[in-house]
Every structure is written in structure tokens, then in C-alpha cells.
């Protein structure tokens, strides 16, 4: 897919291959024929001309957001307690704010083409990826620890921990990333095969992200009152960031099933499942935005 909301073409290339019996027009209409009306696939013209737009609306409201953000946490040092304490919102203030600053190359790259090169492109990727790791993290262990309500040593020694831990993640997804020349240059996460290591690997980090560590820790506050009671004031508004990105761990579990021919999909799932994945992407990206302003709100209440 390509990053950072969505689909492009040389995914639509790989779900048609597993298919069989594909091929294009001038109108850039993929499509398959199913002994009946071809299938036709425009979402690709569709994301050319949103995408870029949306990413840059997104980033603007993303810098503002996250400026009036870090104002708040300079002017009301004292106004922070936990769970939602200083040093726990300035973190996910900078990983929200790194995640936004790789919007305006990534939407000039899909509007105009990537013509920065294969190692930008996959640095771009492990930028991206280190900031959801690192904010998933860190809402991960502010959910469930107070280490976060001073900043001293033992604080200091986690946040080191859960950067560096969060690069490390975040490094198979530029190994697996690179770009395409199909018909322009563009910069996509998913250059090799589905079934290659980086990539499963890069994909299985993924859904522990986006799923498996939020479950686990939904199941481990109803479990656990002490947790429970941390909910109070609101540590459930850092949890938007977990909301906005589960349905893209799910479109990325299905993805994967699709394209290992694990599921053998019908007409209507071909035509109409990159604009569920790339919506629920572009759900996602919304976190750098929205995120900003629900943790303003909850400490203004």
C-alpha cells in the first residue's frame, strides 16, 4: 500500500495477480473478467486526486493542534497528573508531531510522484512507523503504570527504552518499503513479496500494535481495579489513538489473507476493498489531529 492513507496502484497489481487474468486500459480501469461484467477497480484515480489534499488539511490541523498542545504543557506545568501526566503527553505531543511532519513529502509524492529516491522513501517509512510504535507504547504503558507521574531517573530510563524499543520495531517496515515505477516513481510500503520475511514480519508487529496490544490491555483494566481506577480523569482519551487504528489492523489482516490467496475473493470484494482500507488508513491518520485537541479537552475539564 502505498503510504501514508491508502492504496495505490501497485497493490491493486498484486490483488489482480493473485487473481489471475489481468490486464489495463488507457483509462487506468483495472479489471477482471468473471465470465460475466468485468470487474473495474478506479480507486486508484480517486486516492491521486484526495489523497494529497486530505494529507495536507490534516497537516495543518495536525500543527496546530499539537502547538497549542505543547503551549498548555509549558504554561500549566501542574495541570497534568496522571495517568495523562506531563511527561507521558509531551512524548505522544512529539510522536504526533513527527508522524505530521511526513505528511507534506508523502502527499507531494503521490500528487506528483516520489522523486526523492528509494532511500528517502524508505527512511520516510521508518520515520512514519517509529512514530505510531512509539505513541502505542507510550499510551501502552501509561495505561498501566505510574512511571510516567515524575520525570526522574526510572522515567527517563523507560522513555529511552520505548524509542529505541519503537525504532527497532519500526525496522522492517523500511526494509520491506521502496519504490515502484508503475506508470510514474512512487513511494509504497509494500515493495517485495507478501510472503517475504521483512514483510511478515513488518506485518505481524503491525497487528500486535493496532490489535493484539490493545486488547490486552482492555482485558487487563476490567481485569485489575487499580487499573481501572486510572480511567479517572481520562486516560481513555490517549486511547483514541488506539480506536482510530484498529479498523486499519483489521483491513491490513484482511489484505494479507487476500493477497496469500488465503481468502479467494468475489467480484464485489475486489472492487470495493482498497476504499475500505484506505478509508480505515486515513482514520487512522487522523490521530496526529484529533489527538492534540482530546488531550487539550481532557485537561481542560
Known sequence: ???PSVLESKNS?????????LSYDDSNMTFLDYDAAPCHNQYCPLFQRVAPTFLAVTCAM?????????????KRPHAWGWPQSRALVAQVAVGMGLFAALLPPVAVGIGQGWQLGTGLCRLTHLLWHWSLFAQGLLVGSGSCTTAWCRWNPQSRRLAVAVWAGALLLATPAA?????VAAPETSCIRRSVDILSPAYLLHLALCLCLFLLLPAVLLAATLAMPRLRAGWEPGIGVSWLFFGLWVPYGV???VDFFLQAQ?????????????????????LGVLHCCLGPAALLAAQLC
Open 175 to 179: 526494509l520491506a518499503s521502496g519504490t
Open 13 to 21: 497489481l498484486d490483488l489482480l495477480e493473485i487473481m489471475g487474468n
Open 262 to 282: 488465503l481468502l479467494q475473493p468475489n467480484c464485489g470484494t475486489f472492487e470495493h476493498f482498497d476504499y475500505v482500507l484506505g478509508l480505515s488508513e486515513g
Open 62 to 74: 495536525a500543527a496546530l493542534g499539537t502547538g497549542a498542545l505543547l503551549v498548555a504543557l509549558a
Open 251 to 253: 483491513g491490513l489482516a
Open 1 to 3: 500500500s502505498q503510504s
